[in-house]
């Protein structure tokens, strides 16, 4: 009983002396009265958050008159939040630093490098320093592509592939995250990412799960027809190397059954099973967006002279557009976003051109002439993967993609998917956009982590009510803000202010 008595004794003189503490110093920014949702997927509870020097150092009930803060925000009747965690993005910070199209829908921290494509220099350390000096509006960490490692090795359309080779690529990556990238990234639907075979996956993998980081795969196909075999790839690389991976923005072209997410999902399921860590992220739209380049067939692009294709198998080619189009529901289904025929689709312009669209595609446009949005996925097939406890939220979006995604995903998951279709909790939803990602790009491990609301974590805060969230942004307009975000905190500094920008940049490059 002495010894029971002695420790509550010490218990409440340390919570007085903390109380102490509380009210014997000042805050930047004091939040109160406001419905805690953490990240974590666990209920939401009242509570009020003091922030100081850019971390949470408190979370809890306080006295409120007795708080002394630079700001104080009113959060009654309202939601707060991690900032949101973009797990896939695009866009160049040294071109558009302000990032607000991601700070309007909540977004605090974003992964670029994506795709296979990471910025083209070798000592990535020096880029990363440049990103620093600009004060980005948001947090930015970055894979390092392995198209661009091939590219910068030498190898680029090599597809006889040497030893030396894969040392090269592979001493590539290890300096790119002893340099502080979260993982590899590929491109495999994509040239030269196209031209790899499973022994230089691994020897590309290796260093990444050597240093505990992700390898994130734009898989060779989304087809419905290859799909499982895209998968089943992604699963051998992660474990011949020995390194967690994430299927990139996850979907299935062309099937019309969620039986077929079903399918997918069960094959990573048992990869889990035998032990490798797989995930996946996931926009919610059924257009995706890419380049032209996507309906031609391999036999036309690099190393293949596309001139020469042309020349000598243009029958052959037209046929095959022909097909794929059809199969990616006819031109009309895919929508330019590149001037000049931005916000027309193939068929218009075939129609403005007077001429068959598959010519147009061969002769006016090209492999590289254009990108563009393609109607070719199916809502509940989308749906199903979204509920999937192991897929958080991507974009996969930018500041100037004319997608809706790149200024509405956050938001819409919240209006569409929380709200009016109440396919997840709030709770669910917020988890999916925050403490997920950070757990699986490895944001959670930091000197100090991101991700939750919890005391030493990173004050990236959001501060709504999820009544008032919406996508403005449309495939004809996409570039127009989401709005319903009241307070958005970037490391401790305000980025918006009941619904203004402030235009302070407080964002920096994080590195592993």
């Not at 994506?114 to 930015?140: L, R, T, Y």
């Not at 999820?466 to 401790?492: C, K, M, S, W």
């Amino acid at each position: 009983m002495f010894v029971l008595i002695m420790i509550l004794c010490f218990i409440f003189m340390f919570s007085a002396c903390d109380d102490g503490n509380l009210y014997s110093d000042t805050y930047d920014i004091f939040i109160h009265s406001g419905r805690i949702v953490d990240g974590t997927g666990e209920p939401a509870y009242p509570a009020d958050i003091l922030i100081k020097d850019g971390t949470i150092v408190h979370i809890g009930e306080v006295n409120v008159p007795e708080i002394q803060a630079e700001k104080i925000i009113d959060a009654a009747g309202k939601v707060v939040a991690p900032g949101f965690i973009d797990a896939h993005a695009h866009g160049d910070p040294l071109s558009t630093p302000e990032f607000e199209n991601f700070l309007a829908m909540g977004v605090t921290t974003i992964t670029l490098g994506q795709d296979g494509s990471s910025p083209g220099v070798e000592d990535i350390s020096e880029w990363m320093q440049e990103v620093d000096e600009i004060n980005p509006g948001v947090n930015i960490a970055t894979f390092v592509g392995h198209g661009t490692v091939r590219r910068l090795t030498g190898v680029e359309y090599e597809t006889d592939v040497t030893e030396d080779d894969l040392d090269k690529m592979a001493q590539l990556v290890e300096s790119a995250m002893q340099a502080g990238c979260f993982g590899l990234s590929t491109g495999l639907e994509y040239e030269p990412g196209s031209l790899a075979e499973m022994d230089e996956l691994v020897a590309v993998a290796e260093p990444v799960g050597r240093y505990n980081g992700l390898v994130m795969s734009h898989m060779r196909s989304e087809d419905d027809a290859e799909i499982e075999d895209a998968v089943g790839e992604l699963i051998m690389q992660g474990m011949q190397a020995d390194c967690p991976v994430q299927v990139s923005h996850i979907k299935i072209v062309y099937a019309n059954d969620a039986a077929r997410a079903e399918d997918v999902l069960a094959k990573m399921e048992r990869a889990r099973e035998e032990g490798l860590q797989i995930t996946a992220d996931l926009y919610p739209y059924t257009a995706s967006y890419t380049g032209i380049g996507i309906v031609f067939p391999d036999w036309a692009k690099p190393p293949h002279d596309y001139d020469e294709v042309v020349e000598t198998r243009r029958d052959e080619l037209a046929e095959y557009l022909r097909n794929r189009v059809a199969l990616r529901n006819g031109p009309e289904a895919t929508l330019f976003g590149t001037e000049p025929w931005s916000g027309m689709t193939l068929a218009e312009v075939a129609e403005e051109l007077g001429k068959p669209f598959e010519d147009v595609l061969i002769d006016d446009i090209g492999l590289r002439g254009a990108s563009a949005a393609y109607f070719v996925m199916n809502e509940d097939v989308m749906e199903r993967f979204l509920i999937d406890p192991y897929v958080m939220i991507c974009s996969d979006g930018s500041p100037t993609m004319r997608h809706p995604r790149g200024y509405g995903t956050f938001a819409r998951i919240i209006r569409k998917y929380v709200n009016e279709r109440e396919l997840l909790t709030l709770e669910e939803a917020v988890h999916k956009m925050t403490g997920l990602t950070a757990a699986t790009v490895g944001f959670d491990a930091l000197d100090t982590p991101r991700g939750l609301l919890q005391p030493h974590y990173a004050a990236d805060i959001i501060v709504f009510h999820p009544d008032n969230v919406r996508d403005t942004a449309t495939y004809e307009e996409p570039h127009q803000l989401a709005e319903g975000f009241d307070y958005v905190i970037v490391n401790g500094v305000t980025a918006i202010d009941d619904g203004a920008f402030t235009r302070e940049r407080s964002g920096r490059m994080i590195r592993k």
